[in-house]
Every structure is written in structure tokens, then in C-alpha cells.
């Protein structure tokens, strides 16, 4: 006889003999109802929200996990337009809105920042502040709204739903990287990487990949359920997959653990000295500080001494005046480098262009890299490539000057645009390929095609910004680039923050965000090819085609 209590009673069926769902699938399945059903303002109102809490994931906060939130919530908004519209060109329009709001909000929140830019000097700038902080994000999500469009195009039942959410946006996030000059700035990818465990995946896919299984990962779980009577639930395939992911993310961070533990500690030899004299963007441009600004260069290059250093670094634009064209600022950086070693300073430059007369036809400025030796000579140069809008040239320059508009950085004309990636020749170190500010932010463009550098070095000027998200955000996205490309970074900014990061992201040296100091340290040894740095492109085509296959697989079955 058994005992009373022993056997559990049978669980309890619905009219149709199916066994009734769980309490907590029922009100998960009622909050998809309740998501899927706002309309209008209200289903606006929700996606500009989730967009918005979706940059919690990047630096420096780093709560990833409100990521299967609000990537979450985003599918049932789609299904609600799926549900709610029984035609497919409504269906796009209702998905493409929800995309464009859940962009906004993501952009929103995510480039906040910028706006201390326009208040360094409000006089000036202020009044273009409304604009900029509406127009930016709005443009920035029209790539979500294409996105979500695309997804609802070939929108599926269960996982389906997930995986066309994945290809969309992991399309959507690489096409950042060249229109309109590109802006990859907090790639969905990122919210991954926040450990540095988790950020040894670079490494193998890359941020783009990284940026689809991110939204399959994070899109999943909620799969599972749907609004009722949708008929868009996941059976036990989507339940299967979603936990397969979220074992694949453990895996990944111990095999990430794994890597950190068994990379070596290995330097080149070369000393470096990074100076971060944290000047006050305000203060910067004008002509009575010029002086005083460079004299402080001077006296923390020449901080304890400067024996055994090979070579100091200055971030970007370092001081208010043409470095190579100012002969007593290189005869004085001459008499206190020691010899064989050379500076490295970031300066704008003047390049006079001639007819065959050679009288003057016009000027080009460039936002430059100087290599300057222990002689007080300019014996090269790199000039920035990827040139901020607003910031270093304005769209349409010309006739916006001619209306009374000036780029923040106030330059006639705007800076010119120079020609890489390349190397750049180093005395003392080995070749490096030089990023100047947001240039470290572009995947595809950090190194010269079929030429590995020895390190990147990025100089920056994030003064701009304050002590706001943006510096951190683009010191994380530095981190990432030394693991996708197994190649050590050396950062100099202005008010933070320098680093010295080894190929494994591992921060060997820092100067925090408004500190004044310097740096000295080792330049890391480069670190073997990755998968990443090898076959780039092919692996982000490769994980495309599976998520492709996937969603393929979600049809037929």
C-alpha cells in the first residue's frame, strides 16, 4: 500500500486535454498579452523606455542581464504588430516604429553624453544642443527601425521570432560601421563583454557576431511565450535553444577564465611614459594659456626622470598651437628627452598646398600624430582618417559656415581627412598602428590590411565629455580591440583614461577619468593572431549564415 501523499495528483488539463500551464507561465504569458497589446503613444512610450534601459548593459555599469528585458519585451512589441495588423505592409510599418522608438531611446540614453561637448562652450554651441541631442539619436534609429521591419518580414512562431531578431540587428549594427562615415558606438556586442572573461569571445567572433548572438541570446527566453491566442509560442525546440544559449554564455566564461589564466605576462623592453595633464577643455584654446598648458607637458614628461624611457606619449591635440611649425616648443621637448628616445604627441598640422608658381592655393589642417625624435625633429606623422561630424567638419562646410555655423573644434574649414590605417615607424618600439580618438571604435579599420602593428596607440582628447558615460564607453571599446586583434593598446587622453592594455585586455597601468599623472610602463609583448584578426569577415559571414539557418530550420519544422 503506499502511503498517503506519496504519489503527486495528475496534473490538471484544459478542455482541449493539454495540461495547464504553470502559474508563472501564465503571468508571463499574461505580461506578452499586456506588452503586445499597447498601442500608439503608449507602445512608443514602452519602446523609448526599453531602448533607454538597454544602455544600462555597456560601461560603466555593466548590467547586462537587463538585456533579456528589454530585447525580451521587444519581440512581444513586434508581436503585437504581427497580431494586431493582418496585413504585411501594416505588419512593417507598425515593426518599423517600434523599431525606430526602441532606437531612439537606445541612442537617447546612450549618446547623453555629447551634450556636455556643446556646453563646453555655450556661447557658442548651446544653442545647437535641442538639434544635435534629437537629430542624432533620431537618425542613429533609423537603423533599428529597419531592423525590426526586416525581422517582422520573415517573423515566425517560437524561435523563429528570435532569430530573425538577431539577423536584423546584426545586420543593422555592421552597416553603423560605413554609412554616413560610420558610428559603431555601444554595439549591442558590447553588453556581452562587460567581465573580462566574457570578453575573451572578441577574440573568436568579434563585435558584430558578437552583436547577433547577443540579441538571439537575449531574445530567446521570451520566445517561449507570446500573447495569447498569437499563436507565436515556442514549443520545446525554443525552450531547448534558449537553454543551450545560456549554457553556451557559462562555457564561454570559463573558457575565458581558461585563456586569461595560460597568457603570459610578456614585455618588449621599450619604456613608455603616457602623460594625462588633464586640462580643462575650457581653458584649453584660449591664446594666454597656451604657455602655461605646454610648460605643464613639459614638467610631467620630465616627472622623476626619464631614465630608461624610450618613449613619452601625449594625447590627442596635447596643446593649443601647431606643434611642428612652433621651432622654440621642439628645441625646449629636445632638451628634455634623453637620447634615443622620441615623443609622440597628438597636434594639429598645417599643410600649405601650391600650384607649380607656388603661390598659395590653400591650407589643409589636419588632426595629426607627430613622432618627434631627441633632436626636436618631426621625423613622422599620421593624420586622422575617420573625422568627427559636428566636431571636426560639418557636413555641407561651406555653405553652413557661410550661415555662421563652426564645428566645435572651431577650425575654418574643417579638418582634412588623412590617408590610412598604416603603420607608423617608431624609434625604440616596434611598429604601431596610430588611432586618433574614436578611430579605436571601427573593427575593420584598426590595422593596415595584411600588416600586423606590434600595438596600437590611441590618443584621445574625452575632455570634451566630462566625467560622463563617454569616456568609459570608449575606453571599454579600446579593451575590446586588443582581444579581437591579440595586439597590445597604449591610450594617452587628455583627462582620462590612459591605460596600458596587454593583447589579453588585461589593464596593466592606468590613470582614472580627471586625474593628473603619467604613466610608466612596459609596452606588452603583441600576442598571437586570434581567429578574429585572421578570418574576420569569414566568421562574421559564417555565425550570419547559421542564424540564417537557423531561422530556416524554425520554418520547415
Not at 528585458?69 to 504581427?82: M, N, P, R
Not at 602655461?292 to 606619449?313: A, H, M, P, R, S
Not at 550661415?403 to 566645435?408: C, E, I, K, T
Not at 596587454?502 to 596593466?508: A, N, T
Request: glycine share 10%; net charge neutral; charged share 15%.
Amino acid at each position: 500500500m503506499v502511503p498517503p501523499g506519496v504519489l503527486s495528483p495528475p496534473p490538471s488539463k484544459d478542455e482541449g486535454g493539454r495540461p495547464e500551464p504553470s502559474k508563472a507561465r501564465r503571468i508571463m504569458t499574461a505580461a506578452a498579452t499586456w506588452v503586445a497589446g499597447l498601442r500608439d503613444a503608449r507602445r512608443a512610450i514602452a519602446a523609448v523606455f526599453l531602448g533607454a534601459a538597454s544602455v544600462l548593459a555597456f560601461a560603466p555599469i555593466h548590467a547586462w542581464p537587463v538585456l533579456f528585458v528589454t530585447f525580451g519585451a521587444l519581440i512581444w512589441l513586434l508581436d503585437g504588430c504581427y497580431a494586431q495588423h493582418a496585413h504585411l505592409r501594416q505588419r512593417l510599418k507598425c515593426a518599423g516604429l517600434v523599431g525606430f522608438f526602441f532606437g531612439f531611446g537606445y541612442f537617447l540614453a546612450g549618446f547623453y553624453w555629447i551634450a556636455e561637448a556643446f556646453l563646453v562652450e555655450p556661447w557658442r554651441h548651446g544653442w545647437l544642443l535641442p538639434f544635435v541631442m534629437t537629430a542624432l539619436p533620431g537618425g542613429m534609429a533609423l537603423f533599428f527601425a529597419a531592423a525590426a521591419a526586416l525581422a517582422m518580414l520573415f517573423w515566425l512562431p517560437g524561435a523563429g521570432r528570435a532569430f530573425a531578431l538577431a539577423v536584423s540587428f546584426g545586420l543593422a549594427e555592421f552597416a553603423r560601421d560605413f554609412v554616413l562615415t560610420g558610428l559603431p558606438w555601444n554595439l549591442i556586442g558590447y553588453g556581452l563583454l562587460g567581465s573580462l572573461p566574457l570578453m575573451q569571445l572578441a577574440s573568436l567572433f568579434g563585435v558584430y557576431a558578437l552583436s547577433l548572438l547577443a540579441v538571439l541570446l537575449f531574445a530567446t527566453p521570451a520566445a517561449i511565450l507570446a500573447p495569447s491566442a498569437s499563436r507565436l509560442a515556442g514549443r520545446g525546440g525554443t525552450v531547448a535553444l534558449a537553454g543551450l544559449l545560456v549554457l553556451l554564455l557559462a562555457l564561454g566564461y570559463g573558457w575565458g577564465e581558461r585563456r586569461l589564466a595560460a597568457a603570459e605576462m610578456a614585455g618588449t623592453g621599450t619604456r613608455l611614459r603616457i602623460v594625462q595633464a588633464n586640462i580643462d577643455q575650457a581653458e584649453k584654446w584660449r591664446p594666454e594659456n597656451s604657455a602655461e598648458i605646454f610648460t605643464d607637458y613639459l614638467d610631467l614628461t620630465k616627472t622623476g626622470g626619464l631614465n630608461g624611457i624610450t618613449i613619452v606619449i601625449w594625447p590627442e591635440t596635447a596643446v593649443p598651437f601647431l606643434l611642428a611649425d612652433a621651432p622654440e616648443a621642439l628645441f625646449a621637448i629636445a632638451a628634455v628627452l634623453p637620447a634615443g628616445s622620441s615623443l609622440l604627441a597628438g597636434s594639429a598640422r598645417l599643410v600649405e598646398e601650391r600650384d607649380a608658381q607656388g603661390a598659395l592655393i590653400r591650407n589643409r589642417i589636419y588632426n595629426s600624430l607627430l613622432v618627434i625624435d631627441d633632436e626636436g625633429r618631426v621625423v613622422g606623422n599620421y593624420d586622422k582618417i575617420h573625422l568627427v561630424p559636428l566636431g571636426e567638419y560639418l557636413p555641407f562646410q561651406d555653405f553652413l559656415e557661410s550661415l555662421g555655423m563652426m564645428q566645435l573644434t572651431g577650425v575654418r574649414g574643417g579638418f582634412s581627412v588623412g590617408s590610412g590605417p598604416r603603420l607608423l615607424s617608431v624609434p625604440g618600439a616596434p611598429s604601431a598602428s596610430p588611432l586618433i580618438c574614436y578611430e579605436i571604435i571601427f573593427p575593420h579599420a584598426v590595422t593596415e590590411k595584411g600588416k600586423r602593428p606590434g600595438w596600437l596607440l590611441n590618443v584621445t582628447n574625452d575632455a570634451w565629455f566630462g566625467s560622463s558615460a563617454g569616456p568609459y564607453q570608449h575606453f571599454h571599446q579600446a579593451q575590446v580591440r586588443a582581444i579581437e586583434q591579440g595586439v597590445p593598446v597604449v591610450r594617452a587622453a587628455n583627462t582620462g583614461i590612459s591605460a596600458v592594455i596587454d593583447p589579453y585586455g588585461r589593464v596593466l597601468a592606468e590613470i582614472g577619468l580627471g586625474e593628473k599623472g603619467v604613466i610608466d610602463a612596459e609596452l606588452p609583448k603583441v600576442g598571437p593572431p586570434t581567429p578574429y584578426a585572421q578570418f574576420g569577415i569569414i566568421l562574421e559571414i559564417a555565425v550570419l549564415a547559421l542564424a540564417a539557418m537557423g531561422w530556416l530550420a524554425c520554418r520547415i519544422y
